[in-house]
């Protein structure tokens, strides 16, 4: 049994509105999941119901091997949950809600809360109507990071921290991720999940798309690649392999199939290469692929 | 000049553009109530009305709360003297209270919100904001002063005078300009809006507490305190123009303050600084219990006194209840019932109505519990191994305690007082107002009841329940007016319970009421662990 999380054809209707109709993934143990799709596209709902805190009308849905539903309390014990939008009490500081989300999970960490504190430069003495975004944030990370779990569940985690903030946040994750731990991270952010995911899953308008590991993923994208020749770059036109070309003197940029490289790079010898620059599909590019269509 | 209040002018047509709407509910509104009772007024003072009201309004209790009166005897108790006596105090109150909130409103909560930087960043001066915000204010004050003014004369009532009308509605127009300058000082001292907001009400009622003092014991000492501005021009006796120099004075040297400590202050900053915060929390707030305990610790607090207040003010009403409801037809026709003493009669329905006030808390409470839910404020409890049982019946835990706690601070607040004033005299002993209070506390239950069947269930109605309150306590309190059907008036949970201490106790009704409360209840849980938690509706 390593599927921390298991999700098979979950769906989940509001009212008229579909929310999700088939989700399926799972986690292993171990594996950092990026969830990756826009606003309004079930990420929340997915993970709201991975938490039991609103009910699947279809599919399996189980963390532990337990259902997420009927056993969620014990579920609860060995998981932390950082919502996209944490609301905090404006009456009570930082350092007092974060003591109390430790508290209610159970098993907290006094020397990591306050490292972390450190960490994440928190003024844990303010009262919460006081901090911003970002600060709610950080109140809402630390009492996830303080505490031991084996599942650590990440919604949209670094909105509204600065670009320092996000590298600590990144750096925190990493070492979660060698202790052995799963996360489910989700994003709309795609460079702060490719860093630190093994797998990702594309979800659009309630459905999976796009389920695998990265490298898996790229092979079904084209690379970009920029080349400078003493030829003619417009001969590179006729080759199969090639789209979308650009020319400007003997510059030439045009994204390849990854299965006619070969093709491609032999021709360019022969017209004396000058400059070559290639560069991997980003996700941002596999995103885009699919919300094309 | 220029660098401080340059296009001041252009904010405040900003500002009346965006507040015109509620600048007409707040002078109809507060228009309406200080100067819109005057036909009550005159029923109450029929026969020996005003007479008996006098005698009662001697009473130190309740020159603490309404004032004193410069009438000496009681056949000079006019309605004019009658009605400043009683209003004038209290509208006063309620326009300061209304003026601080729209002047912080407008001042330091924009500076939080980040709205005044962003205005600041045009070529607008420094203070312009400052400037036009205290001259919305003080436009609305002196509409409202007029409008109250010119309503009273047009009812063309006796002692109702032009000058004494004038002077009424100056008085309360300068109450709001007293609490909009105090606020506007404040704004610029405290280092947020919500403890500007805090201190300013705090000052306000200091002065009021101080001001009861000095009535009671030596009314010439009531002048040095700015609210005592506002009713020592005693309308329709006196008519005293001078405390509303004095208070026109205060204000100007106020805002002069206020300019000159906002000039020398950084935006979002303040004089006093940042109260520091715990860094980590107190073992008390460390469960569900003591969450929810401090998250409506405020909201508790602040009914608690009211109930008290409450149950003290009507209880006062006690020393001289006799002679004002036998010369009051409408009050006699309502307390009517043939055979009890007055005071067994009166209190079985002042009880009702201190007990349905009561009843609003724990529905607050109850919803509460939805509002935290839906504005995400539990999400990250969610995920945590405390389960739905426990946020719901802790919820319910605390709306019942408050309930019965509140039933024995209203019903000892009104019998305590009203024992005090009565004195030898009284038929009643303390017990006999606690048991007549718990003897509705079924009442508040079945309330409690509905409001967690609607938690449970129809989240999202949980306003319903306040109406229903309402309903039920406007169909109880003119039922003895209004000769209604038996059933449609049982449709009221407050007439099911005996109307003690007039009646006696009915065990079978208190135990009924109870149990359907609880079995509410406990559907009510049903609901709530099964349902999907609405966040972000």
């Not at chain 1, 054809?9 to 008229?16: C, E, S």
């Not at chain 1, 599919?59 to 919502?83: C, M, Q, T």
């Not at chain 1, 994440?120 to 600060?135: I, M, Q, R, T, V």
Request: net charge negative; aromatic share 10%; proline share 3%.
């Amino acid at each position: 049994m390593s599927e921390v999380v298991n999700v098979q054809g979950v769906q989940k209707k509001f009212g008229k509105f579909q929310a999700l109709h088939d989700v399926t993934f799972t986690v292993e143990k171990g594996e950092v999941v990026g969830f990756i799709g826009p606003n309004g596209s079930g990420k929340s709902t997915t993970i709201r119901v991975l938490l039991g805190i609103i009910k699947r009308d279809a599919g399996i849905a189980e963390i532990f091997g337990k259902d997420v539903w009927k056993e969620s309390l014990d579920i609860h014990n060995r998981i932390s949950y950082v919502p996209g939008d944490v609301v905090l009490w404006g009456n009570l500081t930082g350092g007092e809600i974060i003591d109390l989300f430790i508290k209610l999970h159970g098993s907290g960490d006094k020397e990591k809360r306050d490292y972390l504190i450190k960490r994440f430069e928190l003024d844990p003495k303010k009262k919460a109507k006081s901090y911003s975004k970002g600060n709610r944030q950080k109140v809402g990370l630390i009492a996830a990071l303080s505490v031991d779990s084996d599942l650590y569940i990440f919604d949209e985690p670094t909105s509204g921290l600065d670009p320092l903030m996000e590298q600590v946040f990144q750096e925190e994750v990493e070492k979660i991720k060698a202790a052995g731990k799963s996360i489910l991270l989700s994003s709309h952010i795609l460079s702060e999940v490719e860093r630190l995911a093994d797998k990702i899953v594309i979800i659009r308008q309630g459905e999976i798309v796009e389920a695998g590991n990265l490298n898996e993923l790229r092979h079904l994208t084209r690379s970009t690649i920029t080349l400078v020749t003493e030829g003619d770059v417009a001969e590179l036109a006729t080759i199969t392999g090639v789209h979308d070309l650009v020319e400007k003197d003997n510059q030439a940029t045009f994204s390849a199939d990854n299965e006619h490289l070969n093709d491609i790079l032999l021709k360019a010898t022969q017209l004396g290469v000058k400059k070559f620059e290639a560069v991997p599909p980003t996700l941002a590019d596999l995103f885009m692929r699919h919300y094309e269509s | 000049m220029k660098e401080k209040f340059a296009r001041w002018e252009l904010l405040l047509f900003q500002y009346v553009k965006r507040d015109w709407k509620k600048m007409i509910v707040w002078i109809v509104a507060l228009g309406f109530f200080s100067a819109g009772f005057i036909p009550a007024f005159q029923e109450i003072a029929k026969g020996q009305g005003a007479i008996g009201m006098y005698e009662t309004l001697q009473n130190p209790a309740m020159i603490s709360m309404v004032g004193p009166t410069p009438v000496e005897t009681a056949i000079n108790y006019t309605l004019g003297a009658m009605y400043a006596h009683e209003m004038l105090l209290f509208c006063g109150l309620f326009a300061m209270i209304i003026s601080v909130l729209h002047v912080i409103g407008h001042t330091r909560k924009e500076e939080d919100l980040g709205l005044t930087e962003l205005v600041r960043s045009f070529q607008v001066g420094r203070q312009a904001n400052s400037l036009a915000v205290m001259m919305e204010v003080l436009f609305i004050n002196v509409i409202l002063s007029l409008f109250i003014a010119v309503m009273l004369i047009s009812f063309d009532a006796p002692t109702i005078t032009v000058t004494g009308s004038f002077i009424f509605g100056a008085s309360i127009g300068i109450a709001g300009m007293i609490g909009a300058v105090i606020a506007l000082v404040l704004a610029q001292v405290m280092p947020n809006s919500s403890s500007s907001t805090g201190s300013t009400l705090g000052i306000i009622g200091l002065l009021y507490i101080i001001r009861a003092g000095t009535d009671v014991s030596n009314d010439a000492l009531s002048i040095f305190n700015p609210l005592g501005w506002t009713y020592l021009t005693y309308p329709f006796t006196s008519n005293d123009w001078l405390p509303l120099v004095y208070a026109l004075i205060f204000c100007m040297v106020m805002v002069v303050v206020a300019f000159i400590l906002e000039g020398a202050r950084d935006m979002g900053a303040g004089y006093i600084p940042q109260r520091e915060g715990r860094a980590t929390a107190k073992k008390s707030l460390l469960s569900v219990r003591g969450l929810f305990m401090k998250i409506n610790q405020g909201t508790i607090i602040s009914w608690f006194c009211a109930f008290v207040i409450m149950g003290a003010a009507y209880g006062s009403i006690y020393g001289d209840m006799q002679k004002f409801l036998e010369s009051n037809d409408l009050m006699k026709q309502m307390f009517s019932s043939t055979g009890i003493s007055m005071e067994a009669s009166f209190t079985s329905t002042i009880m009702m109505v201190m007990i349905s006030l009561v009843a609003i808390l724990p529905i607050v409470i109850v919803n509460k519990l939805f509002v935290e839910e839906s504005r995400l404020y539990l999400s990250q409890i969610f995920a945590t191994k405390v389960s739905r049982s426990q946020l719901y019946w802790t919820t319910i835990g605390l709306a019942v305690l408050t309930s019965i706690v509140g039933v024995l601070l209203a019903a000892g607040g009104l019998g305590g007082t009203a024992i005090m004033v009565m004195g030898e005299n009284s038929g009643l002993s303390l017990s006999d107002f606690i048991i007549a209070g718990y003897n509705l506390l079924p009442t508040v239950l079945f309330v409690t009841g509905l409001a967690a069947l609607v938690l449970g269930w129809m989240p999202k109605l949980g306003k319903f329940v306040y109406l229903y309150l309402i309903y039920s306590f406007m169909l109880n309190y003119f039922e003895g007016i209004l000769d209604l059907p038996k059933w449609f008036s049982k449709t009221a949970i407050q007439n099911w319970p005996a109307q003690m201490p007039m009646e006696d106790f009915d065990g079978t009704v208190f135990i009924t009421v109870t149990m359907v409360s609880i079995i509410f209840m406990i559907i009510g849980y049903l609901g709530y662990s099964r349902r999907d938690m609405i966040e972000g509706a």
